[in-house]
């Protein structure tokens, strides 16, 4: 303490004149551990250790409390196996520099074999124990020497160790792995200073990759295609980097083999664990430049633009072609305006032709009966007033004029000739017509029998027994069969030609059935039953009419059919009896097996959905009215239901 007290600590100097600043350093080394330089009370310390002043009384109480942890450890470690292993031992300082050691601080781990042996040999031969041996002869107590000597081997296996370390792959790659390095990484930066920011990470994180050379980030000049592959170099980044864990379990230690292979796993864990979190490190430095790149951004804009630029292209063109479909479409219409506007000024012009023809033709007409009056009136070459209204109604107007023109110039009797010839000429016209006429009139009537018998050939219905017949034949003939459409002709036997059945294969039986026609499909379909000739007839007197034979039998079938239409007249006064609220009589309410059968027939053919459905049913069932149907209906489901909860 008497040696602390001696030295003093650092102040401002008295001699300060014009108020300047005064730095001040010292010597000592900055603390490797934390990166930072001693000050405040840590600075006194450090200046004292190097004046001698202060000696650090307690390094032989921590050596003796680490060797006690260690033996406490073992112990403990042994006595119980639950601990499941022992971590790497170690001093706990930090370990030594043995590129520094052996003079290559300024390469590390770019250091060859070559240089390393290199240094390795001129550190050795100057730092030789024979080669310190003047050191120890300048200390003065035994203990002094010692201590120096000490100092000095211990110095010298430093550099061995650092040799051994550097020279063997394997131990060197773990040593770089936990020498000193600047994990950090840019998150943002400004444009300007993108790759004074990245490419310094780039190149100090590029000294792990596996695959060397490793492409740079280059500048704003850089090609494209190189910029792309420095990126996709990087986001498929391979790292050679070791990752040693402070808790690793240390092999060594191990009490039994499957003891070792637990710590074998531990420390897979622990190293797969540092291997992702290094992965995510540097794809978190990729992505971070990715976005930033300038020159990625200049891209995605240019991208970006293209796209913008061909939609708006795409827009324009569309509208283009919509303005110019609509151009085209007002142009048609104004064409067809102008046709239609040209068209009515040509119905009109020839409307008023035909009028100024009519006009002029009614003017030459009354000009000839004009004219023709004294013909008339002195009854010239017997020249009717039929003649001339002959003459006016089938002579034109030309012909008409040229007549009358020649009937001015002339009187009386020639005037009654040039009528006469104008009505000879007439007549021959009139004898032409009729000899071509016969023959048209023969062609129309050729024709007209011929469109007849193709209509009445195209109009002939198909019967129903043909379509079943048609139906038949197309499931016996399919598909393949060879003359398929001729052997269904002929499977019909009506006479039906093959375009006859192809059309009716696409028309007839497609149709669907008609709904109105089912209840008459049922009738004919059914079986014939027995006739009931009144509804006091047995069932048994019915079978003794049935065995009857001979022309009594067909007496008796005749009276039956008679009773069964007296029956049905019966019947409909029955209705309306009831109507009218008269009861009817209890043996009408009897029910014959045939009877049932029929309505229950009836009742599965004539669903709840057909319409008039009792009325179909009643009419189904001989002798039994629509108000009887019903009742016997709800008596059998009474009946049913009864049975069912019976069982």
Known sequence: MASQRSVLFISYSPEIVDGEAIYVSSNCLPDKAYKFEPAGHAFHLA?????????????????????????????????????????????????????????LS????????????????????????????????????????????????????????????????????????????????????????????FAPAFTRNGRWSVNQPVPSLGDENTALKEVDSFYNFWYGFKSWREFPHADEFDLEQAESRDHKRWMERQNVKLTEKARKEESARIRTLVDNAYKRDPRILKRKEEVKAEKQRKKESKFLAKKLQEEEAARIAEEQRRQKEEEERRAAEAALHQKKTREKEKKLLRKERTRLRTLSVPVLSQHLLDITEHDVENLCMSLEIERLRDLCDKIVAKEGLDQAKFLKEALRYNHNLEDQKQDKNPKENGSIQANGSAVLRSCEKRENPWSREEIELLRKGMQKYPKGTSRRWEVISEYIGTGRSVEEILKATKSVLLQKPDSAKVFDSFLEKRKATQSIASPLTTRAELEGVSMGSGPDSDAKMDSAKDS???????????????????????????WSAVQERALVQALKTFPKETTQRWERVSAAVPGKNVNQCKKKFTSLKESFRNKKNAV
């Open 106 to 197: 300024h390469l590390r781990y770019l250091a060859t074999e070559e240089q390393i042996k290199k240094s390795y040999r001129e550190t050795a031969l100057k730092h030789h124990p024979d080669k310190q041996a003047a050191l120890l002869l300048a200390e003065v107590t035994e203990a002094a020497k010692q201590s120096k000597k000490d100092e000095i081997e211990n110095h010298f296996k430093a550099i061995q160790e650092a040799y051994e370390v550097l020279t063997d792959p394997a131990r060197r790659r773990i040593y770089d792995s936990t020498d000193e390095f600047d994990d950090e990484i840019p998150i943002d930066c400004a444009p300007q200073d993108f790759f004074k920011v």
């Open 564 to 590: 069964s239409s007296q029956g049905s007249n019966h019947q409909k006064s029955d209705d309306a009896s009831n109507a009218n609220g008269v009861s009817l009589s209890s043996d009408q309410d009897v």
């Open 47 to 103: 200046a004292l250790r190097l004046l001698g002043c202060y000696e650090e009384e307690s390094a032989e109480g921590e050596e003796k409390n680490v060797t006690n942890d260690k033996e406490h450890a073992s112990v403990s470690s042994s006595e119980s196996y639950s601990t499941k292993g022992k971590k790497k031992s170690g001093d706990g300082g930090k370990q030594q520099d043995h590129y520094a050691l052996l003079g």
